[in-house]
């Protein structure tokens, strides 16, 4: 069987909901994919914080999930 594989990058910056930063992540696992592999790429401060410093977060999340295919109209995994 076939499989598909998709990279996101995870961007999160303190002081916003979390779920804003996966949001995009929750919606592929709901669509049957699943997590491969996930790599932390650091954060970064761009000092536009109300201290001087706002940093955000950055992680590589690797999905895959089986193929899937059309037959009659009908969507299901190959």
Known sequence: ??????ALLVHYV???PAEEAVEELNRHLADDWAVVTTTAL???????????DEYHFVALVVLEREEKRAVRGFVSPS
Do not use: F, I, L, V
């Not at 069987?1 to 998709?6: P, V």
């Not at 650091?42 to 001087?52: E, V």
């Open 1 to 6: 069987m076939a499989k598909e594989r998709k």
């Open 42 to 52: 650091g954060g970064a401060a761009t000092g536009a914080g109300p201290s001087g």
């Open 14 to 16: 303190p002081g916003t």
